[in-house]
């Protein structure tokens, strides 16, 4: 088995895909960011390195609300004639623990910058994506409030840039869905256990995903719900903008690449 990285945008199943992939083998780090209701799988060590990286090169940049690929440009320029030690030295403590896995949406903006530093001969790479629908929905439901467009516009520009990335190096990788997990689970881990060379089962999937196997996530109920946080919310956040400014233009709106 290779080391893995797990590209990705936000709300999109990742950690069940980190965790599947644990079971295999995979390192995880010496400590994974855990939020209220599950655990991540995501390196903290890496995150913390990721985050000095964008605050470094672009300290203005909010990842979660903002998608250009000038920023990503930036940041890999920029950390061009930096110090990076500490990413050197991060490379190696991993290199002790072959193989391992990372998973951080903060990769999108960083990967350029770690690739230099890896064995990419040595790697995997997994191009994660989600159905737009699921996505917004869960996004809203966790009071991450977005409109539609937004949510497939940043979603595909996270996609399009890591594609790119892996293109222009030549390497290979495998792309699919969260949804292609739960509803065709056993061709979804024949086609993981084909890239990664491991052996995974539907006994692993059901481990770290406590989802019903077979259907989507979110149904009519999750999607009427989201729509009406994000229609409070938007409604507040509207008119407060309006007070503001005396316009109808929304502070704070998340951005993308045209």
């Not at 079971?23 to 995880?28: M, Q, S």
């Not at 855990?34 to 390195?49: G, Q, R």
């Not at 929905?137 to 892996?166: C, E, K, P």
């Not at 481990?207 to 507040?236: H, M, Q, S, W």
Request: one cysteine or more; aromatic letters at 10%.
């Amino acid at each position: 088995m290779r080391n893995t990285i797990i590209l990705t945008h936000g709300w999109s199943g990742s950690s069940v895909l980190a965790g599947l992939i644990g079971r295999a083998g995979a390192w995880l780090g010496e400590e994974t960011m855990a939020k209220p209701d599950y655990d991540t799988f995501e390196n903290t060590d890496l995150i913390d390195l990721n985050k000095d990286l964008m605050e470094r090169f672009a300290p203005a940049l909010n990842y979660e609300h903002d998608f250009k690929s000038a920023h990503v440009s930036v940041i890999t320029e920029g950390a061009r004639a930096a110090d990076l030690s500490k990413l050197r030295s991060f490379v190696e403590q991993c290199g002790h623990h072959r193989p391992w896995l990372w998973k951080d949406p903060r990769l999108t903006w960083t990967i350029r910058v770690w690739a230099d530093l890896l064995d990419l001969s040595n790697t995997r790479f997994v191009v994660l994506t989600r159905e737009t629908t699921q996505a917004w929905i869960g996004a809203n439901l966790r009071r991450h409030i977005q409109s539609f467009a937004f949510t497939r516009a940043y979603n595909d520009g996270v996609t399009q840039s890591n594609t790119r990335f892996l293109n222009e190096r030549g390497l290979p990788y495998l792309s699919l869905s969260f949804e292609d997990l739960l509803l065709a689970p056993d061709r979804t881990l024949e086609r993981l256990n084909g890239h990664l060379d491991v052996a995974l089962t539907r006994e692993d999937l059901r481990t770290v995903c406590k989802l019903p196997l077979g259907r989507r996530n979110r149904g009519f109920n999750d999607f009427f719900k989201a729509a009406a946080i994000y229609a409070k919310n938007y409604r507040e956040r509207d008119g407060r903008a309006r007070s503001k400014h005396g316009h109808g233009v929304t502070a704070g709106s998340p951005t993308v690449d045209p």
